[in-house]
């Protein structure tokens, strides 16, 4: 079905005349052949997908020249790291082409120019595998042992180096992971002594101070957890005895007098009887205990690389979007409202999850490439955590309460949480005020008989755990900001911290790279640990590509095609003072708010309005 044209005249299926109703039923029937559940997709399977991309459902125009634009620096800077001289001016001329062939684009001739980005952009990304995939296959080289960090350092030759590089072997960094990085979805409150990570009262103190005590700054509400049990399948599966992925649990504490999150101990898996633990030390004067205890964070940080990129950002964001995707097509007629509203918040995520599905998390690519676990245990944990969610449990605020840190009076600062909340509250607003335009009262939800097959479809074909019958408007509406928020906001705030907080391997990797960090206690042995130089480039390279592309913003309604006419028609929704106005309203003043906030605070900018866009399509 054409996007090219505004959708006019929304109307719920049950005010239709029959008329209307047998052009609708048809139109679905329509859809239904282009979009067709896949629960057998060899890589992500059984999570539902699309079994292809209809043509309709291709990135714009806009979208590929973005991605040339991201991508050609990162080609630049590959270039500048091979150091076969042959090679390195072949791959030289290929790139100027590639870079005069965009300039010589002129918008205009608007088809050609189509056809010629798709090219363009298809003949980078071949030089870029090709780039990737030579370096891979280079022998490992002296430059990690002897120049240390320097080595990874040096690989950003013509890419800025993120600025985690100078401070993340510090605690506060570490610290500042889990409430502001990736994965800000893991830390919890912990209201009672953990069985699985018993923490003496006496190495607690050793951290904390003596004037402290586990059990007080319990009851206070200070002390805080990462649990990574759910990555025990990868731990049973490791690639190698040297490169593997482990499940450790990590404690934090927030200082009697202060507000701030201080890393406390480390238990370097989950089993407590065998599991080493190791206490956060901040000198460096016993120098194997402050070894050991970076080789600790490192675990953890691995740990937290296989959290994120499985389970919240692949299976959370990309896939449990694809199943409202795809449902939306196949029953909610064109016109439907929620068909309106949700279409444009799925721009672009078919293709991008179906290039994911089949590339980035297929044997031989780059998670496999990156990551520790052997790719068929990571390929079923992502999918394991993807149907396993609850759709109601993870909607923000109850999975901030369900995790005891959605009170601001404690743990007062967790950037993710409080920006998060700002969006969240804007959406649901945004959300209400759409569904009071088109359903009446809470009858109108009940008797809209397409909403009510679009709910089975999403529970049953979808597979989204927890998803239930809509029976209220204040429900549809929840219902609409979580998918909303899922699409544009979260997936913001879990996709662009790959570019600053994860390109750079000796800050965060995919695996661990020896067979026990516990027993590290020198610098040379810490090192050695980090991922081999040819993985770290690939891993700088594919994470700026996917933590750069901004296409499109949060509150930017536009039809997919050029000339990207505005979506909503309707004056209901786009009157001056209405409820599309109101929205962007919103969205300014909490642009202004969080600017505000990062004038005292460490800068957290991944969910200002400006930088989220619309949907998940990188
Ligand atoms: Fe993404």
Redesign the pocket.
């Given at each position: 079905m054409s996007l090219l044209f505004p959708r006019k005249h929304p109307s719920l299926p049950q005010n239709d005349t029959p008329a209307l109703q047998a052009k609708r039923k048809w139109q679905l029937a329509h859809s239904r052949l282009s979009y067709v559940w896949d629960d057998q997709n060899p890589n992500v399977g059984p999570v539902p997908m699309a079994k292809s991309v209809p043509k309709e459902a291709t990135p714009t125009l806009t979208w590929s020249v973005n991605v040339i634009r991201v991508l050609i620096p990162i080609v630049e800077n590959l270039v500048a790291n091979v150091k076969d001289e042959l090679q390195l001016a072949e791959v030289q001329s290929h790139l100027s082409e590639i870079t005069q062939a965009l300039e010589a684009a002129k918008v205009g001739a608007h088809w050609p120019l189509i056809t010629h980005t798709s090219h363009t952009l298809k003949d980078l990304v071949a030089l870029f595998q090709d780039l990737v995939k030579k370096e891979l296959q280079q022998e490992s080289s002296q430059e990690q042992q002897e120049l240390g960090v320097q080595a990874y350092r040096d690989q950003f030759k013509t890419l800025d180096l993120p600025s985690v590089a100078d401070v993340f072997t510090q605690n506060q960094s570490f610290a500042r992971y889990r409430i502001a990085g990736p994965n800000p979805m893991l830390i919890k409150r912990l209201t009672e002594p953990m069985a699985s990570f018993p923490l003496s009262d006496t190495d607690f103190k050793q951290v904390m101070g003596n004037d402290d005590s586990l059990a007080k700054a319990i009851t206070d509400k200070r002390v805080y957890v990462v649990d990574y049990k759910e990555l025990s399948v990868l731990v049973d599966h490791p690639q190698a005895a040297n490169k593997r992925v482990f499940a450790p649990i990590a404690l934090f504490a927030v200082a009697k007098t202060g507000s701030e999150l201080c890393p406390v101990a480390i238990q370097m898996g989950q089993d407590a009887a065998h599991s080493p633990t190791v206490l956060a030390v901040t000198d460096t004067q016993d120098a194997a205990a402050f070894w050991q205890w970076q080789a600790a964070m490192s675990t953890v940080q691995v740990a937290d690389g296989n959290y994120h990129e499985l389970f919240v950002?692949l299976g959370r964001?990309?896939l449990l979007n694809e199943a409202f995707a795809v449902a939306t097509e196949r029953e909610l007629a064109q016109n439907h409202p929620v068909n309106i509203l949700l279409t444009p918040h799925f721009e672009g995520t078919l293709f991008?999850n179906n290039s994911a599905a089949g590339s980035l998390i297929a044997a031989g690519g780059p998670i496999e490439s990156i990551f520790g676990a052997q790719i068929s245990a990571t390929q079923k944990a992502a999918a394991l955590d993807r149907l396993s969610l609850d759709f109601y449990a993870y909607m923000l605020p109850n999975d901030l309460a369900a995790r005891g840190v959605a009170d601001k009076d404690y743990l007062s600062d967790y950037p993710y949480r409080d920006d998060a909340q700002l969006v969240w509250d804007a959406i649901a607003t945004w959300s209400k005020h759409y569904v009071e335009v088109y359903y009446q009262n809470d009858a109108a939800v009940v008797n809209d008989y397409e909403l009510a097959k679009w709910v089975s479809a999403v529970a049953t074909q979808g597979a989204v755990t927890g998803f239930k019958a809509i029976e209220s408007r204040p429900q549809l509406a929840e219902v609409l900001t979580m998918i909303i928020f899922t699409a544009s906001a979260q997936?913001a705030a879990?996709?662009f911290p790959q570019k600053p907080l994860m390109s750079f391997a000796p800050a965060l990797t995919g695996a661990t790279w020896c067979e026990a960090p516990s027993a590290i206690t020198t610098q040379a042995q810490w090192i050695a640990n980090m991922a081999p130089l040819q993985k770290s480039l690939q891993q700088l390279s594919l994470l700026q590509i996917?933590g750069g592309v901004y296409y499109r913003q949060l509150g930017d309604y536009q039809t997919n095609n050029f000339p990207y006419f505005d979506w909503f028609e309707d004056k209901q929704i786009t009157q001056s003072g209405g409820p599309l106005a109101q929205f962007k309203s919103s969205l300014a003043s909490i642009e202004t708010t969080i600017n505000a906030r990062n004038q005292h605070r460490p800068e957290y900018n991944v969910l200002l309005p400006s930088k989220i866009p619309v949907s998940?399509n990188?």
């Open positions: 950002h964001t990309h991008i997936h879990v996709n996917l998940i990188i």
